[in-house]
């Protein structure tokens, strides 16, 4: 039964950070390669926020999503400034240099060693300390994820991330500002990785860099190229193909070093081949030309 409910966390997790990439690649059409940083950056400020200030899970929640809306900053500005293939270079360039940060930074990050004695979270004088009250915070978190993502993309407003994405001069020609929606989509996208690294980061009450390398960004990217681009459907089919592929490895008996190595090639694998065979994903509406 823990095992199951751990899955089941990790799925809501992993269901977040897709949608909150899906937001910048599927519909706003932003190719970024830092979602990993984003998630990193909210998991070490609430981390940081739990042990060092001992403010509640609320408060280090809320101070992760502000954290990260300062962050993406620079990423908002490659946007405006760069198009395509060179904005998610400089989107690779911010990931590593965010890895880099998180690893050296030992006074206040403690280095590759991590920060360990996370808190669990407490609402309302109640302790998620126990893995199913843990898998109902995240199921509601994630559920209200994803309710806002659905309400979203009834709007205008997802209206004009798909300008963005398909026709720039269009819109400009309509005197809408494609460089606003674009800071909206991607400050947006970093406050929903802010909240996934929160739960990352309270549940293994324990985090390093190696969680949030460029390894981690291109292994969200490809859940989303898979699962599908431009819709909620392909944002939850990628994120169970995630989380459940390395499982079903475990039936093999392969070793540990061996499956992590092997599944990486077997994302790699599938992802070339939906990019040759299907190019939309499973249940994506957009592709990348």
Not at 24 to 37: D, V
Not at 128 to 148: E, K, R, T, W, Y
Not at 202 to 214: E, G, H, N, V
Not at 221 to 241: D, P, Q, R
């Amino acid at each position: 039964m823990n095992y199951l409910l751990h899955i089941l966390i990790m799925v809501e997790i992993y269901l977040i950070l897709a949608l909150a990439m899906n937001l910048l690649a599927g519909y706003s059409g932003l190719l970024s390669l830092t979602q990993a940083a984003f998630y990193g950056i909210g998991a070490y400020a609430a981390a940081l926020l739990l042990t060092k200030s001992g403010v509640s899970f609320s408060m280090a929640l809320l101070g992760a999503i502000v954290f990260n809306l300062v962050a993406c900053l620079p990423v908002v500005w490659f946007s405006i400034k760069l198009r395509d293939l060179f904005f998610a270079l400089a989107t690779l360039a911010w990931q590593i240099i965010v890895f880099a940060v998180l690893y050296n930074w030992t006074s206040i990050t403690n280095g590759p060693f991590g920060i360990t004695g996370i808190p669990k979270p407490e609402l309302f004088g109640f302790s998620f300390s126990s893995l199913p009250s843990f898998a109902i915070l995240g199921g509601v978190v994630a559920l209200l994820v994803l309710l806002f993502f659905i309400g979203l993309h009834r709007t205008p407003l997802s209206r004009f991330f798909q300008g963005v994405r398909d026709d720039q001069l269009a819109m400009m020609t309509f005197g809408k500002s494609p460089a606003y929606y674009k800071t909206v989509a991607i400050m947006l996208s970093s406050g929903f990785s802010a909240v996934a690294g929160v739960l990352y980061a309270t549940y293994f009450s324990y985090i390093d860099p190696t969680s949030f390398t460029l390894d981690e960004s291109i292994l969200i990217i490809s859940m989303v190229l898979i699962g599908g681009l431009g819709t909620i459907k392909g944002s939850l089919a990628g994120a169970l193909f995630y989380i459940l592929l390395p499982e079903l490895l475990r039936f093999l008996n392969i070793p540990d070093a061996v499956a992590a190595n092997l599944r990486m090639m077997i994302y790699a694998s599938i992802l070339v081949l939906v990019v040759m065979y299907r190019p939309y994903g499973f249940f994506g509406k957009y592709k990348f030309e």
